[in-house]
């Protein structure tokens, strides 16, 4: 596998270009992250910021794909343990504890304690209600994985963050990241000129918000369908 991507020139050009900070603001690579992820060097980008599909066991948010995976645990084990390995800073993981994977949640939590510096809660201000006197499930949770302790660029920056749910979304794609979440991050916790690598690059907001902010980034996406519409969201 790794033979045949050295030998596509496409996928070269793109990695080198957001490496390397070419002219261009960043790329998006078309494939699955855990045969990409082994071909990055050791700490060759700055921070990652990423939001792994929920494993919700229906397919009531993606048009092009099936959120179901009975191996989610170890799926999401192997992509943080790559990412340990390529991310020179923070990675940013965002999860969500639902009926059906909270224990794989607070096993990966568990599995990662030592490499855990911080848990950031994203709050949903209007979350979907839960019937009757069920508890509403109105949080998320950002991973935040390092060597280090981790620092903001401003002062008195919580460890909580509150925002809408997204209302507007495609009908292919009904999870994608609100914008105000992935720019609260990358702005507070990362550089001008820093590589972002995204390896559930999904709908493309991380890219668009580097672009904004004057980071250069990196996408990652296996769907081709969500691989186009972010290269084309991204203005790549």
């Given at each position: 596998m790794q033979k045949s991507l050295f030998e596509n020139e496409n996928f070269?050009?793109?990695?080198?270009?957001?490496?390397?900070?070419t002219d261009v603001s960043g790329s998006v690579l078309l494939g699955d992250c855990l045969e990409l992820?082994?071909?990055?060097?050791?700490?060759?980008?700055?921070?990652?910021?990423?939001?792994?599909?929920y494993n919700r066991k229906r397919n009531d948010k993606?048009?092009?794909?099936?959120?179901?995976?009975?191996?989610?645990?170890?799926?999401?084990?192997?992509?943080?343990?790559e990412l340990l390995r390529v991310t020179k800073k923070h990675i940013f993981y965002?999860?969500?504890?639902?009926?059906?994977?909270?224990q794989d949640v607070y096993k990966l939590i568990g599995h990662f304690s030592k490499n855990i510096v911080d848990i950031h809660i994203w709050e949903k201000s209007?979350?979907?209600?839960?019937?009757?006197?069920?508890?509403?499930?109105a949080v998320e949770y950002f991973l935040v994985l390092g060597?280090?302790?981790?620092?903001?660029?401003?002062?008195?920056?919580?460890?909580?963050?509150?925002?809408?749910?997204?209302?507007?979304?495609?009908?292919?794609?009904?999870?994608?990241?609100?914008?105000d979440v992935a720019e609260h991050f990358i702005s507070k916790f990362t550089q001008e000129n820093d590589i972002i690598l995204d390896c559930f690059f999904g709908y493309g907001t991380?890219?668009?918000?580097?672009k904004k902010l004057n980071r250069f980034f990196i996408g990652i996406e296996k769907e081709k369908s969500y691989y186009e519409m972010s290269v084309e969201r991204c203005g790549l």
């Open positions: 070269k050009l793109a990695l080198n270009s957001a490496l390397h900070k992820l082994p071909l990055f060097a050791n700490k060759s980008v700055d921070y990652s910021f990423t939001s792994p599909p993606y048009s092009d794909f099936t959120d179901i995976n009975e191996n989610w645990l170890q799926l999401n084990i192997d992509v943080i343990t965002n999860i969500q504890a639902n009926y059906y994977n909270r209007n979350p979907m209600p839960a019937s009757g006197k069920n508890i509403t499930n060597n280090e302790s981790l620092k903001s660029n401003t002062t008195y920056t919580k460890n909580i963050i509150t925002t809408s749910v997204n209302s507007n979304m495609p009908k292919e794609h009904k999870a994608v990241m609100k914008t991380t890219g668009i918000v580097a």
